[in-house]
């Protein structure tokens, strides 16, 4: 599935055996496409000796502090920015 | 532990830029020549960091943790054979 800037998008909450880009403390998290990035080599595949295609799209996604951490202090409208690439995404429309 | 930047805590974060030592120069520019070579690439050295026991991990400085990931990369891919590095720096 593919987004556009303003997609409301959940990152997948699955666990994975070795290397990914995707941060722990996003995993199950709901933000909104800020940007839709190229598509790039899958480095879950590079690292570990694979030339890394088929390419995935990678995205910029925009999330609340507030929802990224239960107990954030900070001010209200601050944001978290990430890139997270497309198979780890899901609608959240 | 590798996806954010350390763990909470009350000490400031300490904001100053410093001197890169020779080696550290020279680790990054092993690191890019390897990439360049095709020997060796980014994600690779980053799972070889991540794959660090936590202890080494959390004790090693930047480019300590290149330089253990990028022996342990080369060892695995037989371009250096184990304790070689360690026999040529004590001989």
């Known amino acids: 599935m593919s987004f556009v800037p303003g997609s409301s998008v959940r990152v997948a909450s699955r666990s994975h055996a070795g290397h990914h880009r995707t941060p722990a403390y996003l995993k199950g998290k709901v933000g909104t496409v800020e940007h839709v990035r190229d598509n790039f080599l899958n480095p879950e595949t590079r690292a570990y000796g694979a030339d890394g295609r088929p390419e995935t799209r990678l995205y910029l996604v925009r999330f609340d502090q507030r929802d990224v951490w239960t107990d954030y202090q900070g001010p209200e409208d601050d944001r978290l920015l990430a890139d997270v690439y497309e198979h780890w995404l899901e609608s959240a429309e | ?91």
């Not at chain 2, 020549?33 to 991540?50: F, K, Q, W, Y």
């Not at chain 2, 026991?53 to 004790?59: G, K, N, S, T, W």
């Open chain 2, 1 to 91: 532990m590798h996806d954010r930047g350390g763990w909470p805590s009350t000490t400031p974060i300490d904001r100053a830029e410093h001197v890169l030592a020779d080696w550290e120069m020279l680790m990054d520019a092993i690191v890019g020549t390897l990439g360049r070579r095709d020997v060796m690439n980014t994600d690779e050295l980053r799972r070889a960091i991540e794959g660090m026991p936590r202890d080494e991990y959390e004790a090693a400085s930047y480019y300590e943790r290149w330089l253990y990931a990028t022996e342990t990369i080369l060892a695995e891919k037989g371009v250096l054979a184990p304790g070689e590095l360690d026999a040529r720096v004590a001989s």
